[in-house]
């Protein structure tokens, strides 16, 4: 496949009109993060941000069945991809059904049932003999059904689910049979595939309630990215989840379990798009040493280094881009010149003038880079548009997207090759706004090495990237991981792509309120997004929906 | 030639010998229908063949202007040394060349492959421009009860062709039939054949297949009511994703039932992680004719993989894409380019005769099959004018011929300065319009060209 084609494709959208010309582009490259206030509209603050029905996304599907059966194996299950926005894979609106997809829930669905059958007593809350198998089977639909729908079944669902077992029953399946068939149906049913939130209790200010259990719900898949467990489950039926300080305590204990860890992990996989790398093969002759072990650290690295920081450590934006900490294993230590563990992965510091955060790691040096060498572009976009939430377009469609080194030929730097190419009118105008960002990179290789010289020349990674209050000089990526690091504009960032990935709804003129709020959240909690996501769980409007207007 | 040497020997343990294309037995049901369904195969092909190498002319044949002439010259060096491999088939097919994707280069949003099928992309649909894929539109009017609107099987890995034609007139992505990766093309097999009757199962008691649909399909029903009782509490849009949801479900139930009373064998199945020729010519050969003989689906499409270094004569290793297609203005890679284009030529080729081989009525199933071939670009490079367009079998248009269209056109205005034949979406309205679809346009219809005047991307190809 042309992927370069798909690289338009996900830039294009912006730069027609961003880039038209060289003015219009300084002023809307960066006009929502450099004054987010202009877009908001001041009439919406007021009301309750939308509540559609979500579609596990794939990867909350797999977690939700792992906490579901965790004695199964159930890696073999195949769920087909979602489709993204900025990198985000939950959003409310993508997360249609699809035909495929519908398939892929009846087999996983039927191959769940079927494993978990093979140990019925792990699903079945009772020894059944002859005469109580029918109370026993009613049994299973009640609490198991509890755990699968995040909440008890109403009369009606247990007579539908507990009427079926029955039929399935005396169809002559038996009662492991019949329970394998329910839990084949309830997990393919709406109430476990979607999240759907109705609310209960009287509409004020246009809004309602979540009832208990859908309050317990948004906590899980916010701050586990999964199911709710039995604990918190157990603290819906309490009625414990009402209060802002019930619910900041139940949050602290959930976010101390490690299944936090896995959603931080989830959340900047998608935020910094740590799979790219699998998209980026290396020359051979060049890069001998870049096998498909030392791809696959580099991409461990950065969950580990996630967990690390964001989970076991402070938990800043700021660390998460100037920390030195890491994890590496031999092949990793190799590559970032520290010393190597004799086997396995142990923490290390890494060389404080060489490395700071997720920017200057291999896995975005290497993911952001071709063959050959890095990209300056591709990686000042990416900063440009994942770090500073501005928008950069994409080439025009005849654009020369090819690498300049596989075919330069005489001694040049990789910064002087881009310079030559990006000199051509058609390019410079947008270029000079963004590619800066990236020769900071230039003091790394194409998959992530440090360097001092291209080519024998010593590497230039100096720039000035100067938008809207931003005017920033930088010598290096160190430099410039700590002028973000400062940025307020990255801050109001982080948290527009946390409420996006939170709500699962987008960022416009009407949800733009709230991101502010998850902003000011930040800020006031030092850029830990640990804490501003336990002032969302606290806040009113965690716990209400908009009226549904049928 | 070592090349073809490597090719045979291939073949042959593929059992893909010409003379194994198919068990003719399969295709018995086929006879039962007085009217055949219309099918169309899309065999969508990355990068674009080399200019100049593909191309044909006759003598006599003036350049620059409109030209068509009959394929009928038996010696096959008539042919282009690309296209060579289908001067058996000469009288079936019809080539285009000419022809561009203007409507690309207008689209500021352009996606790629997405707008090939579409004249349209996602971004522009949700902007008011709602335009499904071709595929697509003749599945919905063509689908049949047992089996699939379409099935779409491409290289999963870097899924190039996944984001192609595959957008419903909502801008959502939608995969109905879509396939696993090229490395499954057994688990492809399974999911199209999978539900047919197992001969290895004995006649009488129900085997596990058969147990397994029944089972499938109590719990479809069930579920079913689960989301139109749900529904009914939930606000309008809300409603109209469950309701999607149920629809799909139900979709999947019929699928499931209606298989039973489908009188026809399952083909052979192949093995997974096969290489990518192999995977290609087993989708075109096996997996396309025998599910359509099995009227499992009418519409298929194959996005194939990029071909390995090894398989065009280049030296191992070297970046097919960079170094290959985007080089094949010059030697050497403008020869490995032809011998890439050439190897297509050949599927093409196999496709035609594995739809041949399968009597229909009182011809062959390749005369009720539009085989359609379509390179992603031009040529090697990015450009989206000059674009190969090979057809076959269909009876819809008429075969044997060569049609030359002009380049005179002004181009939209982010080409560079040059000038093009007629849009592509003209071709695709000519289809539709075969298929018994009354549409007079397809996607985008119009665009300003560099010299201010207004392209119409509008109407069925004239000529065809």
């Given at each position: 496949?042309?992927?370069?084609?798909?690289?338009?494709?996900?830039?294009?959208?912006?730069l027609?009109?961003?880039?038209?010309?060289?003015?219009?582009?300084?002023?809307?490259?960066?006009?929502?993060?450099?004054?987010?206030?202009?877009?908001?509209?001041?009439?919406?603050?007021?009301?309750?941000?939308?509540?559609?029905?979500?579609?596990?996304s794939?990867?909350?599907?797999?977690?939700?069945?792992?906490?579901?059966?965790?004695?199964?194996?159930?890696?073999?299950?195949?769920?087909g991809?979602?489709?993204?926005?900025?990198?985000?894979?939950?959003?409310?609106?993508?997360?249609?059904?699809?035909?495929?997809?519908?398939?892929?829930?009846?087999?996983?669905?039927?191959?769940?049932?079927?494993?978990?059958?093979?140990?019925?007593?792990?699903?079945?809350?009772?020894?059944?003999?002859?005469?109580?198998?029918?109370?026993?089977?009613?049994?299973?639909?009640?609490?198991?059904?509890?755990?699968?729908?995040?909440?008890?079944?109403?009369?009606?669902?247990?007579?539908?689910?507990?009427?079926?077992?029955?039929?399935?029953?005396?169809?002559?399946?038996?009662?492991e049979?019949?329970?394998?068939?329910?839990?084949?149906?309830?997990?393919?049913?709406?109430?476990?595939?979607?999240?759907?939130?109705?609310?209960?209790?009287?509409?004020?200010?246009?809004a309602?309630?979540?009832?208990?259990?859908?309050?317990?719900?948004?906590?899980?898949?916010?701050?586990?990215?999964?199911?709710?467990?039995d604990?918190?489950?157990?603290?819906a039926?309490?009625?414990?989840?009402?209060?802002?300080?019930?619910?900041?305590?139940?949050?602290?204990?959930?976010?101390?379990?490690p299944r936090?860890?896995?959603?931080?992990?989830?959340?900047?996989?998608?935020?910094?798009?740590?799979?790219?790398?699998?998209?980026?093969?290396?020359?051979?002759?060049?890069?001998?040493?870049?096998?498909?072990?030392?791809?696959?650290?580099?991409?461990?690295?950065?969950?580990?280094?996630?967990?690390?920081?964001?989970?076991?450590?402070?938990?800043?934006?700021?660390?998460?881009?100037?920390?030195?900490?890491?994890?590496?294993?031999?092949?990793?230590?190799?590559?970032?010149?520290?010393?190597?563990?004799?086997?396995?992965?142990?923490?290390?510091?890494?060389?404080?003038?060489?490395?700071?955060?997720?920017?200057?790691?291999?896995?975005?040096?290497?993911?952001?880079?071709?063959?050959?060498?890095?990209?300056?572009?591709?990686?000042?976009?990416?900063?440009?548009?994942?770090?500073?939430?501005?928008?950069?377009?994409?080439?025009p469609?005849?654009?020369?997207?090819?690498?300049?080194?596989?075919?330069?030929?005489?001694?040049?730097?990789?910064?002087?090759?881009?310079?030559?190419?990006?000199?051509?009118?058609?390019?410079?105008?947008?270029?000079?706004?963004?590619?800066?960002?990236?020769?900071?990179?230039?003091?790394?290789?194409?998959?992530?090495?440090?360097?001092?010289?291209?080519?024998?020349?010593?590497?230039?990674?100096?720039?000035?990237?100067?938008?809207?209050?931003?005017?920033?000089?930088?010598?290096?990526?160190?430099?410039?991981?700590?002028?973000?690091?400062?940025?307020?504009e990255?801050?109001?960032?982080?948290?527009?792509?946390?409420?996006?990935?939170?709500?699962?709804?987008?960022?416009?003129?009407?949800?733009?309120?709230?991101?502010?709020?998850?902003?000011?959240?930040?800020?006031?909690?030092?850029?830990?997004?640990?804490?501003?996501?336990?002032?969302?769980?606290?806040?009113?409007?965690?716990?209400?929906?908009?009226?549904?207007?049928? | 030639m070592?090349?073809?040497f490597?090719?045979?020997?291939?073949?042959?343990?593929?059992?893909?010998?010409?003379?194994?294309?198919?068990?003719?037995?399969?295709?018995?049901?086929?006879?039962?229908?007085?009217?055949?369904?219309?099918?169309?195969?899309?065999?969508?092909?990355?990068?674009?063949p080399?200019?100049?190498?593909?191309?044909?002319?006759?003598?006599?044949?003036?350049?620059?202007?409109?030209?068509?002439?009959?394929?009928?010259?038996?010696?096959?060096?008539?042919?282009?040394?690309?296209?060579?491999?289908?001067?058996?088939?000469?009288?079936?097919v019809?080539?285009?060349?000419?022809?561009?994707?203007?409507?690309?280069?207008?689209?500021?949003?352009?996606?790629?492959?997405?707008?090939?099928?579409?004249?349209?992309?996602?971004?522009?649909?949700?902007?008011?421009?709602?335009?499904?894929?071709?595929?697509?539109?003749?599945?919905?009017?063509?689908?049949?009860?047992?089996?699939?609107?379409?099935?779409?099987?491409?290289?999963?890995?870097?899924?190039?062709?996944?984001?192609?034609?595959?957008?419903?007139?909502?801008?959502?992505?939608?995969?109905?039939?879509?396939?696993?990766?090229?490395?499954?093309?057994?688990?492809?097999?399974?999911?199209?054949?999978?539900?047919?009757?197992?001969?290895?199962?004995p006649?009488?008691?129900?085997?596990?297949?058969?147990?397994?649909?029944?089972?499938?399909?109590?719990t479809?029903?069930?579920?079913?009511?689960?989301?139109e009782?749900?529904?009914?509490?939930?606000?309008?849009?809300?409603?109209?994703?469950?309701?999607?949801?149920?629809?799909?479900?139900?979709?999947?139930?019929?699928?499931?039932?209606?298989?039973?009373?489908?009188?026809?064998?399952?083909?052979?199945?192949p093995?997974?992680?096969?290489?990518?020729?192999?995977?290609?010519?087993?989708?075109?050969?096996?997996?396309?004719?025998?599910?359509?003989?099995?009227?499992?689906?009418?519409?298929?499409v194959?996005?194939?993989?990029?071909?390995?270094?090894?398989?065009?004569?280049?030296?191992?290793?070297?970046?097919?894409?960079?170094?290959?297609?985007?080089?094949?203005?010059?030697d050497?890679?403008?020869?490995?380019?032809?011998?890439?284009?050439?190897?297509?030529?050949?599927?093409?080729?196999?496709?035609?005769?594995a739809?041949?081989?399968?009597?229909?009525?009182?011809?062959?199933?390749?005369?009720n099959?539009?085989?359609?071939?379509?390179?992603?670009?031009?040529?090697?490079?990015?450009?989206?004018?000059?674009?190969?367009?090979?057809?076959?079998?269909?009876?819809?248009f008429?075969?044997?011929?060569?049609?030359?269209?002009?380049?005179?056109?002004?181009?939209?205005?982010?080409?560079?300065?040059?000038?093009?034949?007629?849009?592509?979406?003209?071709?695709?309205?000519?289809?539709?319009?075969?298929?018994?679809?009354?549409?007079?346009?397809?996607?985008?219809?119009?665009?300003?060209?560099?010299?201010?005047?207004?392209?119409?991307?509008?109407?069925?190809?004239?000529?065809?």
């Amino acid at each position: 496949m042309d992927r370069e084609l798909i690289a338009r494709v996900v830039l294009a959208a912006t730069l027609a009109t961003a880039c038209v010309t060289g003015s219009e582009a300084d002023e809307s490259l960066l006009a929502r993060a450099v004054d987010p206030a202009s877009a908001v509209d001041e009439a919406l603050c007021d009301v309750v941000g939308a509540a559609p029905a979500r579609r596990l996304s794939r990867s909350e599907y797999l977690a939700t069945v792992r906490d579901l059966f965790p004695s199964l194996d159930l890696s073999s299950l195949t769920i087909g991809s979602d489709p993204t926005e900025h990198g985000f894979e939950n959003r409310a609106e993508l997360l249609v059904p699809r035909p495929m997809l519908i398939e892929q829930y009846n087999t996983a669905a039927a191959d769940i049932a079927a494993a978990a059958i093979d140990d019925p007593s792990a699903i079945v809350p009772c020894e059944p003999t002859l005469e109580a198998e029918a109370m026993c089977g009613a049994k299973f639909v009640e609490t198991f059904g509890r755990r699968i729908f995040r909440r008890p079944l109403s009369a009606e669902e247990l007579d539908t689910y507990t009427g079926f077992l029955n039929a399935e029953r005396a169809a002559g399946t038996g009662l492991e049979g019949a329970v394998q068939l329910t839990l084949e149906a309830m997990l393919q049913a709406p109430q476990f595939l979607y999240r759907i939130e109705l609310g209960e209790g009287p509409v004020e200010h246009g809004a309602v309630s979540l009832t208990r259990f859908e309050v317990a719900t948004r906590m899980s898949y916010l701050l586990w990215g999964s199911t709710p467990d039995d604990e918190l489950l157990a603290r819906a039926e309490a009625n414990e989840l009402a209060t802002a300080e019930q619910r900041e305590l139940e949050a602290r204990r959930m976010l101390a379990d490690p299944r936090a860890a896995r959603m931080l992990v989830e959340f900047h996989r998608q935020w910094l798009d740590f799979d790219e790398l699998a998209n980026e093969p290396k020359d051979r002759a060049r890069y001998p040493e870049y096998s498909a072990d030392l791809a696959t650290a580099i991409r461990e690295e950065s969950d580990r280094f996630v967990s690390r920081v964001m989970w076991r450590g402070d938990g800043t934006i700021r660390s998460l881009l100037t920390s030195r900490e890491a994890e590496v294993n031999p092949l990793l230590a190799e590559l970032y010149g520290v010393a190597a563990p004799e086997s396995g992965w142990a923490p290390v510091t890494l060389d404080p003038t060489e490395r700071a955060g997720f920017l200057t790691r291999a896995n975005f040096l290497a993911s952001r880079g071709h063959a050959l060498e890095g990209s300056p572009p591709l990686r000042g976009i990416f900063v440009l548009d994942r770090l500073l939430c501005g928008s950069a377009g994409g080439p025009p469609a005849d654009a020369d997207l090819s690498e300049p080194a596989a075919t330069a030929e005489g001694e040049r730097t990789n910064r002087q090759l881009f310079e030559e190419r990006l000199a051509a009118p058609a390019c410079a105008g947008c270029h000079a706004i963004f590619t800066p960002l990236g020769y900071a990179f230039e003091g790394y290789d194409a998959i992530g090495r440090h360097r001092t010289t291209d080519h024998d020349a010593p590497v230039d990674a100096s720039g000035r990237f100067a938008q809207g209050e931003i005017d920033w000089n930088f010598t290096n990526a160190i430099e410039l991981s700590e002028r973000l690091a400062e940025s307020p504009e990255v801050m109001r960032c982080a948290a527009d792509r946390w409420y996006a990935y939170a709500s699962g709804n987008a960022i416009d003129a009407a949800t733009r309120c709230r991101a502010r709020a998850f902003g000011d959240a930040l800020v006031e909690a030092g850029g830990d997004v640990r804490e501003m996501l336990v002032r969302y769980v606290t806040s009113d409007e965690f716990a209400l929906r908009p009226a549904v207007m049928r | 030639m070592k090349l073809s040497f490597d090719r045979r020997r291939f073949l042959k343990a593929m059992g893909l010998g010409a003379g194994s294309l198919y068990l003719p037995s399969l295709f018995g049901v086929r006879t039962a229908h007085a009217e055949p369904p219309k099918r169309l195969v899309l065999f969508l092909t990355e990068h674009g063949p080399v200019t100049g190498r593909w191309e044909m002319r006759r003598p006599g044949v003036p350049e620059g202007g409109d030209f068509e002439f009959a394929l009928d010259d038996p010696d096959p060096e008539a042919f282009s040394e690309t296209l060579r491999p289908l001067h058996p088939h000469r009288r079936k097919v019809t080539i285009i060349e000419g022809l561009s994707m203007a409507s690309a280069y207008a689209d500021p949003l352009f996606t790629g492959n997405g707008h090939y099928f579409s004249v349209s992309n996602r971004a522009a649909a949700q902007g008011g421009v709602p335009c499904g894929s071709i595929d697509q539109i003749i599945a919905e009017a063509s689908t049949p009860v047992a089996g699939f609107p379409y099935l779409f099987y491409s290289n999963d890995s870097s899924d190039f062709w996944a984001g192609s034609p595959i957008y419903d007139t909502t801008g959502h992505q939608v995969m109905p039939g879509r396939l696993g990766g090229y490395r499954y093309l057994r688990d492809a097999f399974d999911r199209v054949f999978g539900d047919l009757p197992d001969p290895s199962e004995p006649m009488g008691a129900p085997g596990p297949r058969e147990l397994s649909r029944r089972r499938r399909a109590t719990t479809l029903a069930l579920v079913e009511r689960e989301y139109e009782k749900l529904a009914l509490r939930l606000s309008s849009e809300d409603r109209e994703k469950l309701g999607r949801h149920r629809d799909m479900l139900s979709d999947l139930e019929r699928r499931v039932t209606a298989v039973e009373h489908l009188s026809c064998e399952r083909p052979e199945w192949p093995d997974n992680d096969l290489p990518p020729i192999a995977v290609a010519d087993l989708a075109l050969t096996r997996l396309f004719p025998a599910a359509m003989a099995c009227d499992l689906t009418r519409v298929a499409v194959l996005g194939a993989k990029q071909l390995d270094a090894v398989d065009i004569g280049a030296p191992a290793g070297i970046d097919v894409h960079q170094a290959v297609a985007h080089s094949s203005m010059d030697d050497p890679s403008s020869t490995w380019m032809t011998n890439y284009y050439r190897l297509h030529a050949e599927q093409f080729a196999r496709l035609i005769e594995a739809f041949e081989a399968v009597p229909e009525g009182d011809g062959t199933m390749l005369d009720n099959t539009l085989l359609l071939w379509l390179p992603e670009l031009g040529n090697g490079w990015h450009d989206l004018y000059k674009l190969m367009v090979v057809m076959a079998g269909g009876g819809a248009f008429e075969t044997g011929r060569y049609l030359r269209y002009r380049e005179d056109q002004s181009a939209p205005r982010n080409v560079f300065d040059v000038t093009v034949g007629p849009p592509h979406s003209k071709l695709l309205v000519s289809i539709l319009q075969a298929f018994g679809i009354d549409r007079s346009s397809f996607g985008v219809t119009s665009a300003v060209a560099r010299d201010g005047s207004i392209m119409d991307f509008t109407g069925p190809l004239p000529d065809l």
